[in-house]
Antibody
Framework: EVQLVESGGGLVQPGGSLRLSCAASGFTVSSNYMSWVRQAPGKGLEWVSVIYSGGSTYYADSVKGRFTISRDNSKNTLYLQMNSLRAEDTAVYYCARDRDTKDPLDAFDIWGQGTMVTVSS | AIWMTQSPSLLSASTGDRVTISCRMSQGISSYLAWYQQKPGKAPELLIY???TLQSGVPSRFSGSGSGTDFTLTISCLQSEDFATYYC?????????FGPGTKVDIK
């Protein structure tokens, strides 16, 4: 079965760090374009970052310089390292797979269940 | 960044109704548009991509149309399981952006 399972969320103080994981099954993370998308409580969806199959990475301006997307091919797992966290980073974080393995510009066909990150003192 | 508006923000309807949701872009995006359905506490699910292509497994009562700046999601005969929030998303360029959402609830 093709699926994504996130973990690593929790409560962290402002200025702190957290690393989210997204374990994939049924497909190979390194062969796909993979993104992180977040959703603040009661709000809409916000794209956060993407990693290309070739390894290139891109970020939303709101997280650039603070968040780092990466993957471990041996574990078939995607990561999001979040540093210098702010209250406005509080959200459910989803990992998502690009529908087309050959084109980074496509919709997300597989989503994880999400992991909640709360930034508060 | 490319911004979008969705209308209406809230749509009250009954089962069996035909409903239409609109998404308007701040600039042309050809057909690089997707529609997602999200239920409370769940991840979004892909309904439509390339503006009008139905994702595998999605019921045929869902359809999408449009290109350029104006897009529409139509549910031809609303079912009880369709009460949810719907988002459009452009993937024409990074940063990908989502519309603010349309909540479809029971009249």
């Amino acid at each position: 079965e093709v699926q994504l399972v996130e973990s690593g969320g929790g409560l962290v103080q402002p200025g702190g760090s957290l690393r989210l994981s997204c374990a994939a099954s049924g497909f190979t993370v390194s062969s796909n374009y993979m993104s992180w998308v977040r959703q603040a409580p009661g709000k809409g969806l916000e794209w956060v970052s993407v990693i290309y199959s070739g390894g290139s990475t891109y970020y939303a301006d709101s997280v650039k310089g603070r968040f780092t997307i990466s993957r471990d091919n041996s574990k078939n797992t995607l990561y999001l390292q979040m540093n210098s966290l702010r209250a406005e980073d509080t959200a459910v974080y989803y990992c998502a797979r690009d529908r087309d393995t050959k084109d980074p510009l496509d919709a997300f066909d597989i989503w994880g269940q999400g992991t909640m990150v709360t930034v508060s003192s | 960044a490319i911004w979008m508006t969705q209308s209406p923000s809230l749509l009250s309807a009954s089962t069996g109704d035909r409903v239409t949701i609109s998404c308007r872009m701040s600039q042309g995006i050809s057909s690089y548009l997707a529609w997602y359905q999200q239920k409370p506490g769940k991840a979004p699910e892909l309904l439509i991509y390339a503006a009008s292509t139905l994702q595998s497994g999605v019921p045929s009562r869902f359809s999408g149309s449009g290109s350029g700046t104006d897009f529409t999601l139509t549910i031809s005969c609303l079912q009880s399981e369709d009460f949810a929030t719907y988002y459009c998303q452009q993937y024409y360029s990074f940063p990908f952006t989502f519309g603010p959402g349309t909540k479809v609830d029971i009249k």
